[in-house]
């Protein structure tokens, strides 16, 4: 009787809701459709948090953000930010009930320098030259670390989450993929439309040749370091092609130069290479460098090479190009605002998120270049490094510096102490991958939207789950203790 009255009730609402609803879209009030979705997402969340957040992996690369459409005052990736909110607020209850997660873990050094970040952009927030902007900035690190690196540290728990993860981005990725190159094709794979065609997934090519470089490492170390089947051969080697020509055609040079960063550390890790080595020829380079600094400069000037070409060699050259190069010297030209700005507030900085806004009245005449813009409408710092340097000042930097420093040296320390097989492998493919992306950092910035952190931080929180999981492993050479 009881179920009955209550099936009673379950139709007795949808009907009012059917009604309502339909009343409203008569007067053009759509507000109320979006509410089964909504409830739909809430239960999700609750009940199934893995399934959302692998829909998010695979949206990441088809989000769109509503600034090309609404205006430059709003910034937002759909589908995929607000459901990272929502997905940071039910973390932070969860863990306030119930105690989420293990001490090991919130004591990780990785974690800890999270949490010392959070601190100091809060800090810097109230110090900020615009306060809601650099509040907004912060809320959006929340909303992207803590349901990335946070909650994927208790989803790659389970290890058949990390290979959903992996698959899941680079197949959406491969729809972008698909999607650019066949409208590139339209325009003959020429250079100038191979900056937007990539749009409204990607921004622009940069962005866009970033990414394809972060996973371009894992798909050649799936295909050459694992034991696959005929079909799995002929769909890696299919990929390998397809992002290969794709990283071509997006004419992305620090991509290229990613991916020979990646390679040489590649190498470093396979002949073992002891880090005292490469420490002192660091320091050989460097003090080569500061002795034959004016000469090299003058040899820079001399380098009038530019990637608008056909020949290959000379966009690899054009890389230098410091003279006739519009692209290079808008980056040195930001550069070189980051470092005044800096210069004018070393410790604080101007506040997280304020470079595009305060960086003009810094600009110098003398550096000006054809694609100089006051608006701050053309990007930012183009350098993960500098742009906190300018915006949080020294310890900002330093915080910086010493997060992509410590991912490496776990990564790397866990892939030697770990026994052969899939999951070693796979630490060393995302070593690789993020070797590419803070190389490319070097040169432009990303962690700010979700094409770049949910990769990013998810391979952080893959290496960091499995550094904690075998760290009472001893060092490869002895006896190794513990499941694979």
């Not at 459709?33 to 959302?52: E, S």
């Not at 010392?116 to 992207?144: H, Y």
């Amino acid at each position: 009787m009881q179920e009955i009255l209550k099936m009673r009730w379950f139709y007795l609402l949808g009907f009012i809701f059917l009604g309502v609803n339909s009343y409203l879209i008569s007067k053009d009030q759509l507000l109320l459709t979006a509410f089964p979705i909504g409830l739909l997402l809430v239960y999700t969340a609750i009940f199934h948090m893995d399934k959302l957040f692998m829909f998010i992996v695979f949206c990441t690369p088809l989000s769109v953000n509503i600034e090309e459409y609404v205006g430059g005052s709003i910034g937002l990736f759909l589908p995929t930010e607000p459901l990272l909110f929502g997905i940071l607020i039910l973390v932070v209850l969860m863990q306030f009930i119930s105690k989420w997660f293990d001490r090991e873990f919130l004591r990780h050094p990785i974690t800890i320098i999270f949490a010392l970040q959070f601190s100091w952009i809060f800090l810097t927030s109230i110090t900020s030259e615009l306060p809601l902007v650099s509040f907004k900035f912060l809320l959006t690190k929340l909303w992207f670390i803590i349901p990335i690196y946070f909650y994927g540290y208790l989803f790659f728990k389970t290890e058949k989450n990390i290979k959903w993860f992996i698959w899941l981005f680079i197949g959406s990725l491969t729809i972008v993929v698909l999607y650019t190159l066949s409208n590139h094709a339209m325009y003959g794979f020429d250079e100038e439309t191979g900056h937007w065609v990539m749009f409204p997934f990607f921004k622009d090519h940069t962005s866009y040749g970033a990414i394809l470089a972060l996973v371009f490492p894992i798909l050649i170390g799936f295909l050459i370091g694992r034991k696959n089947g005929p079909l799995v051969q002929i769909t890696l080697i299919s990929l390998i092609v397809l992002f290969g020509f794709a990283i071509m055609m997006s004419y992305t040079r620090a991509a290229w130069l990613s991916l020979i960063a990646a390679l040489a550390v590649y190498f470093l890790i396979r002949f073992k290479i002891r880090f005292r080595y490469l420490l002192a020829i660091g320091m050989v380079g460097l003090i080569y460098a500061a002795i034959s600094w004016t000469q090299i400069m003058h040899s820079l000037e001399k380098n009038d090479a530019e990637h608008a070409t056909e020949n290959m060699d000379e966009r690899i050259e054009s890389m230098a190009n410091i003279t006739t190069d519009a692209s290079n010297l808008e980056r040195l030209n930001r550069w070189y605002c980051a470092v005044r700005l800096f210069e004018e507030r070393p410790i604080l900085g101007w506040g997280p998120g304020t470079y595009a806004m305060v960086y003009a009245p810094f600009q110098l005449e003398s550096f000006k270049t054809i694609i100089s813009t006051n608006s701050g409408n053309r990007g930012n710092a183009h350098s993960e490094y500098l742009g906190p340097m300018s915006e949080q000042g020294l310890p900002g930097l330093i915080l910086m510096l010493v997060l992509v420093g410590y991912i490496f040296y776990t990564a790397i320390n866990l892939y030697i102490r770990m026994p052969d097989g899939d999951l070693r492998l796979t630490v060393l493919l995302l070593t690789l991958a993020l070797v590419t992306y803070f190389v490319h950092g070097i040169l432009n910035n990303y962690l700010d939207t979700d094409k770049a952190t949910v990769p990013v931080w998810g391979f952080t929180a893959i290496i960091v789950m499995l550094d904690l999981k075998f760290s009472k492993m001893v060092k490869k050479g002895d006896q190794v203790k513990g499941n694979q």
